[in-house]
């Protein structure tokens, strides 16, 4: 029996809610096809988000690592191709942090690609009716910050990892201003995803691309 | 007890499935406090879809009536506010007409408002979580030319009608493209408003409005 | 002769300039073909809007009068194809009235069509590469108000009038969070389509409706 | 005097014009404080734009090398702050290449950061009035593959490289449906920026990051 662990996002910027963490504490102990699910929350604070994920990957030993925070605007479940070398915080994170242009790993390199079969993620949600796509860009905020954090502390072992934003749930936006999705919709993907990460050792291939 | 009709629109434009109507079929019946529901899918042809709801209206004898369409592109449940004496579709409806800048009633006035409480329905849906928002185009397609066709009908009566734009389901965009509401979700915003319009036999005072 | 009088709304919510004055002032005067534009500034206030349009309009007698505001959001000048008898004002006006769900005149129908001709404007403009498209809300605010209160002052005389809304300026919007169009090509904008008015007692006819 | 290239990718996806190629027309010669600009086109073909610019390099000898394409759907000029080694081809290029998921160098690491100083670029614009910003991701098309190519080629010179995405012109969509730039805007954009980039040898610290 393989074993991921999905973390998930505390609020920030002034929300009481991060749809990442409520769904992660309905996925824990999921029991998929070959896999069951450990979660943890995940502080939204520039280093000790990095530590805290490290902690619990030392201590649940999993196969695989999925990430997973809020990304206000977007429509769909998009799992982030590549996370980048760089903070830029828009918004303080919840210390009071706000690098500006600085580096997530002073010797790293500029960017880490996901090791998740992130087209396998999107075509099993997709084929599901969940709304999926790859995103390029994971931002410059913290959830970047931790994917690249992530990926460098794992770049040289064989576990797998990969970030995955979500919507804004229903109720974190109710005037219509910004698209959302509901929690059932966000935690069925988010399922669907995991097992989609248990089943394909190797990604699959079909265009998916942007051109900006 | 009261009687509340809603009708929902057969797909139309392409697609296979009509929100509308997915949710209509299953608000048949519904007991809200204080009234039933009924229902009737309506076709998406000029003429007919008036005919269609008017021969519902002399048959049910409704106190309300809900006319629900698709409004793909948009986030929320969007009671609208008013109906426009235009016709002018961007493609054709399910018979093939395709009507420019003719009217929907002849010697009818330039537009009808809604006898509907929105904004009571707005603050409903908005309070039980569901995203929601007054609208103030219901477009120049069929959905207008049914607001329009049964507030002219029904306006000399004491039955209050109004129409209710609805997001696409998630299964009918699953790539990102355009912002989506599970099923459930748009079954259970509706159900929210219908017991909303029951509630409120005058409608409740807050700003709601555009700047254009 | 003809003489076509161009209005142009004062700043309003926050903003140090609006572009539909910046554009009236330079448009003040233009010689078209078989007419002459002359011009005026706004309050953006509930009744001294209209009470200021109808003083230049019995000053000037033009033959069309074209009522301009600020869409800040659109991407496209976009002459308005109804005015509705509806005040519901998302922020105050520029003395501080805040009507919610109020009528602009008491005794007025729900709405007027606007009389310019809106789709031989459109299409003049896009012939010469500005971006423009009819619309089917001019929102709740005073551009609103403005239009209804023309339209009712006017309707039972020749003079045909409308309201059309034009995009932000590029210096009113620097960080690309909102789309844009430069003075230069807004005055081109609304030059080609005063031209148009002259030149089309009917208006054209070609599709140029939304779904929804 | 120091020397300055820019260049312009040629129509593609079916448009007839590129604004990119329009602009870079207009700025050949021109004289900035301390260099002069030499341009260049670039056809929309995989390992062909690598090549034709990396030809100009070694002919021209320039200090800067500013790449300049199309992004339909956005507001801003945008300078690219990294170049990801995929190519993820979601419409074919102008010679019918579609690759899927390959990279663009094999042996090349995830990414490459530019070395322009994309925040002074961004601040000198918005400075002037024209709308900028910092963009994350250059997409996974032609575009972001010569910024990648380039970057690699130039990895061990003193040569400065990186991607500049501008937005659509004005006469490529009149219909409104997408945010447009006037010709004039983008060119004055681009000469402000390439003065920016020689003035900056580094670059200026501001916050300019997204959350996602």
Redesign the interface.
């Known amino acids: 029996m393989k074993k991921l662990l999905i973390t998930g996002f505390e609020p920030f910027?002034g929300d009481d809610k991060n749809p990442a963490l409520e769904a992660v504490k309905r996925l824990e102990g999921l029991e998929l096809e070959g896999a069951v699910v450990v979660t943890c929350s995940v502080p939204v604070v520039l280093q000790r988000s990095i530590d805290t994920v490290i902690h619990e990957i030392e201590k649940h030993k999993p196969d695989y690592v999925v990430t997973v925070?809020?990304?206000?605007?977007?429509?769909?479940i998009?799992p982030e191709?590549?996370a980048?070398?760089?903070?830029?915080?828009?918004?303080p994170d919840n210390d009071g942090h706000?690098p500006?242009?600085q580096k997530v790993e002073e010797t790293g390199?500029?960017?880490?690609?996901s090791t998740l079969p992130i087209?396998a993620m999107v075509k099993a949600?997709?084929d599901k009716?969940?709304?999926?796509?790859?995103s390029?860009?994971?931002?410059?905020?913290v959830?970047n910050h931790l994917f690249y954090g992530i990926q460098h502390y794992l770049r040289e072992t064989n576990i797998k990892h990969g970030f995955v934003?979500i919507p804004l749930m229903?109720?974190q936006?109710?005037?219509?201003?910004?698209?959302?999705?509901?929690l059932?919709?966000i935690i069925e993907g988010l399922s669907i995803a995991a097992q989609a990460i248990v089943d394909n050792d190797k990604?699959i291939?079909?265009?998916?691309?942007?051109?900006?």
Do not use: W
């Not at 009716?129 to 790859?134: D, E």
């Not at 936006?173 to 509901?182: A, E, I, N, V, Y």
């Open positions: 910027g925070g809020q990304a206000g605007g977007r429509c769909a998009t191709r590549v980048i070398n760089i903070d830029d915080y828009r918004i706000q500006i242009d390199p500029d960017a880490y690609l087209k949600m997709q009716g969940i709304p999926a796509q790859v390029n860009t994971a931002g410059t905020f959830c934003h229903n109720e936006c109710t005037d219509g201003s910004k698209p959302t999705m509901s059932d919709s990604d291939s079909f265009g998916a691309g942007t051109i900006c």
